[in-house]
């Protein structure tokens, strides 16, 4: 390592490379927050009687099923 001639140059790419990419997130952050929303949409109000719900029932058992070690592995591949 006599020679540091490749190493700062490797370094200084990597530089510029971080460089770009944090100027082209700022860029796209940007161009989206002073983007034109475009056509919004808008939900129409209704005076009667709400929708139904999907269902009146109890919320569903949130326990965990552990399977067998062979479906598992079958799962997996």
């Known amino acids: 390592m006599n020679d540091y001639r490749d190493l700062v140059g490797a370094a200084l790419a990597l530089l510029c490379a971080g460089l770009m990419l944090v100027a ?6 940007w161009r989206a927050r002073h983007a034109d929303p475009g056509i919004g949409i808008v939900a129409p109000r209704s005076e009667g009687t709400p929708s139904p719900l999907i269902s009146n029932g109890s919320p569903p058992d949130r326990r965990m099923i552990e399977l067998p070690a062979g479906i598992r592995r079958k799962r997996a591949a």
């Open 24 to 29: 082209g997130h700022i860029l796209l952050e």
